[in-house]
């Protein structure tokens, strides 16, 4: 039974060292290292949505939670990295959060014309994109301006131009329960993907982030549960 335990307790371990590196404070050192954030699971992840959206011709992908401070821009700025791994995918990451912006806190971009700037007619399309050379990533941060929504026919021209520039655009959206401008770039997108956070988003919640996404017909892409947890189960403990 010992031998189990320390299996266990040995992968548990692994696991929390491997999540460390992908997210927590993490950005800091994302910054000296761009290679570490890029993890397994992200993988894994960049491998699902690339079987689900080459095929399909699917280019623009919403990520949004339940609530705030699940996990939307930790895994869309994962993701979008996953996926910019090769260096020929062009791949834009959009912060569509307006209300609660933090991508200049994780990477390396000027606080520059943005999205907020875009929806107030005050910088065209070309001017809100930034490049991040080192991560082989584009990025349209949120902006200068204090607007918190874009009008919903200019998300469209935005996307409508992005898509024919980028393999990928993905976005960071926010909170479907929280605000309703989520649903309607939702409705406006490819797919997309809700992140919700193990052991804390309630079930109602979860439902009824994907009743207001069905409600304006977005296709959902999927689930990524975040920050979920490997415990030694208790009745192996308590036999030690
Ligand atoms: N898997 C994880 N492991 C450890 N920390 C995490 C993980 N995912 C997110 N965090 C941390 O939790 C906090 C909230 O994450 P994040 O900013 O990505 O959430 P959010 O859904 O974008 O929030 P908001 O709705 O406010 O925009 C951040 O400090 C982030 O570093
Ligand atoms: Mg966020």
Redesign the pocket.
């Given at each position: 039974m010992s031998k189990i335990y320390e299996a266990l307790k040995k992968a548990e371990e692994e696991r929390e060292r491997g999540?460390?590196r992908?997210?927590?404070?993490?950005?800091s050192s994302a910054l000296t290292d761009p290679g570490a954030v890029i993890q397994e699971d992200y993988q894994r992840l960049r491998a699902s949505v690339l079987s689900m959206t080459v095929p399909a011709g699917l280019h623009t992908i919403l990520l949004v939670?339940a609530?705030?401070?699940?996990?939307?821009?930790?895994?869309?700025?994962g993701l979008a990295m996953a996926l910019a791994r090769e260096r020929e995918t062009r791949v834009l990451l959009m912060e569509a959060?307006l209300?609660?912006?933090?991508l200049k806190t994780?990477l390396p971009v000027p606080t520059s014309f943005g999205l907020s700037d875009y929806a107030l007619g005050r910088a065209a399309p070309e001017a809100i994109v930034t490049r991040v050379d080192e991560w082989n990533l584009s990025v349209i941060p949120a902006g200068t301006q204090p607007a918190t929504t874009v009008a919903v026919e200019a998300i469209e021209a935005l996307l409508a131009r992005l898509q024919t520039q980028f393999d990928f655009v993905v976005i960071?959206g926010?909170?479907v329960n929280?605000y309703a401008d989520a649903a309607v770039i939702g409705s406006k997108v490819d797919g997309v993907i809700l992140?919700f956070?193990a052991d804390r988003t309630p079930v109602t919640d979860a439902e009824s982030a994907k009743r207001q996404l069905d409600r304006v017909g977005a296709r959902i892409l999927g689930v990524v549960l975040?920050?979920?947890r490997s415990y030694i189960p208790a009745f192996l403990e308590n036999l030690l």
């Open positions: 999540r460390a992908t997210v927590g404070p993490a950005t939670s609530q705030h401070g699940e996990g939307t821009t930790t895994v869309a700025l959060n209300r609660s912006p933090s994780l960071d926010p909170p929280v992140v956070e975040n920050r979920q």
